[in-house]
């Protein structure tokens, strides 16, 4: 029987989420329910008003702290967990979440305007990645969000996003998605 305490320590090392295929490899004659013991670590989290609590984030799971400590840790790093985005490569990202895959053509026709730098920028911040080829002339690349976009947004699968109807009715009540976004984190 595995114990709580080496699942805890096991999410407490890794730098990446924690994923049931990935604890099968680390301990492979033992047939452990990693979200049955998660459940069960939170539960002890919340029962003692821990600082942390375990998150299903991109597929796996990661221990995090609890919002209201983010500025301290933040102060402790010296610096912001936000990405810093300009306004084009925030554009290009959320056009590439919602419709990939998708040609960098594609984005170019919908934002107006040349997308060459924004999308070199967003694949060297490993937020995109090439997803394989269109079919017709020219074969042109396709663009998709990676594991690390859905980390570094707290996403655990890209049908997490906010929908476009959810996001116009925050527009309409003042709400920039920026703000939605920094909200969530």
Known sequence: MINKNLIEALLFSTPEPLTQVKLNQI???????????????????EKFGKALFIEEIG??????????????????????????????????????AYRQPISKVEVES???????????????????????REEGLGRALLYGTTQHFLEAF?????????KLKELSELMDDGQTPTEVLDASE
Request: net charge negative; charged share 30%.
């Open 59 to 96: 597929g796996g799971f990661q221990i995090l702290t609890k919002p209201e400590y983010h500025y301290y840790i933040q102060r402790l790093y010296n610096k912001s967990k936000k990405f810093q985005l300009s306004r084009p490569a925030m554009e290009a990202l959320s056009i590439i």
């Open 110 to 132: 919908i934002r107006g305007v040349n997308c060459d730098s924004v999308v070199k920028s967003l694949m060297e911040r490993e937020l995109i990645t090439i997803k394989g």
């Open 27 to 45: 301990i492979p004659d033992e047939n452990v329910d990693l979200r049955e013991i998660v459940d069960e670590i939170n539960l002890e989290y």
């Open 154 to 162: 707290g996403l655990n699968r890209i049908s997490d996003l906010p």
